[in-house]
């Protein structure tokens, strides 16, 4: 969250706003005293969430999974059990292995 003073938020109103607009929310305060909010309107446009994906990505707080990864492993066959296995016993012998 920003915190802008008045004369801060009079100066600079635009690129608040613009910060504001990018999802961010600005605390405004007189003094070290709150004495308002600006906040993004909700909105569920693609576009919004779009715009603020890439920047977490820009920023390096995110990374986008890759797509053709995940395509390969769900097109892949599962294995098959061995004829006779317990397939209940080897899930707990996993688990108790810590696996």
């Known amino acids: 969250m920003k915190i802008a003073t008045i004369s801060q938020t009079k100066n600079h109103l635009s690129a608040l706003l613009d910060r504001v607009r990018h999802g961010e ?8 005293r709150p004495i ?12 919004d969430s ?11 707080l995110l990374r986008r999974g890759d ?11 599962p294995p098959k059990a061995r004829p006779g296995a317990d397939i209940v016993e080897i899930l707990l012998a996993e688990r108790a292995e810590g696996r």
Not at 50 to 60: D, I, P
Not at 69 to 77: E, F, G, S, T
């Open 25 to 32: 929310t600005v605390l405004i305060v007189d003094r070290d």
């Open 50 to 60: 779009e715009g603020r994906l890439a920047r977490l990505e820009r920023a390096g």
């Open 67 to 77: 797509r053709s990864l995940v395509d390969k492993i769900l097109r892949q066959r």
């Open 36 to 47: 308002a909010r600006l906040e993004p309107v909700a909105t569920v446009r693609k576009s």
